[in-house]
């Protein structure tokens, strides 16, 4: 077991403190730098930086950054839920930790794509078509998997097969 005990800190957004949410901060007694690639590539994180070290995921409506030594949870409702989101999140340390031998670690997050470039690649004609109000809008659709290029009617030609390239390199199961 790698990750023992913690001592849990509630305070209220310092960018707001009338947020009805809580974040939270738990303080590490040991530090869990090396599990953090393991954690990586275990849950999928959405964040990777190597300097400061760290981790983050986007679960439940919620982020959480693993840092080596403290985990920080935003969008609590009260310290009870602070408690088993940290608990989960432990359990989560330790299964990587004591299961890192079968783990290839990852030290990235997967490269996603950029919702100017998928608009610059479409006809921009805001011609509804689609069955939506602009173009900006289907390319948000395209980027979250709702819709895909062949539900643009006006895309054809060389910008089609550009779009369908550019797609091609990312793996919509993450965005």
Request: glycine share 6%.
């Amino acid at each position: 077991m790698l990750l023992k005990k913690y001592r849990i800190e509630m305070f209220r957004p310092g960018c707001n403190a009338s947020f009805q949410s809580l974040n939270c901060y738990a303080h590490l007694e040991q530090d869990i730098s090396e599990v953090i690639p393991y954690l990586n590539s275990v849950l999928g994180g959405t964040g990777f930086t190597a300097s400061p070290l760290s981790v983050m995921f986007k679960i439940h409506g919620r982020l959480i950054t693993v840092h080596p030594d403290r985990i920080s949870v935003n969008a609590l409702k009260d310290a009870s839920e602070a408690e088993k989101v940290v608990a989960w999140m432990k359990n989560e340390i330790n299964d990587a930790w004591e299961n890192r031998h079968r783990i290839t670690p990852k030290y990235d997050v997967p490269k996603k794509p950029e919702i100017m470039q998928i608009l610059k690649l479409l006809p921009k004609t805001n011609c509804r078509e689609c069955g939506q109000p602009t173009c900006l809008v289907f390319s948000t659709l395209v980027l979250q998997g709702a819709k895909g290029i062949e539900d643009c009617p006006s895309l054809a030609g060389e910008k089609k097969q550009l779009l369908t390239n550019y797609l091609s390199q990312f793996d919509f199961t993450d965005c």
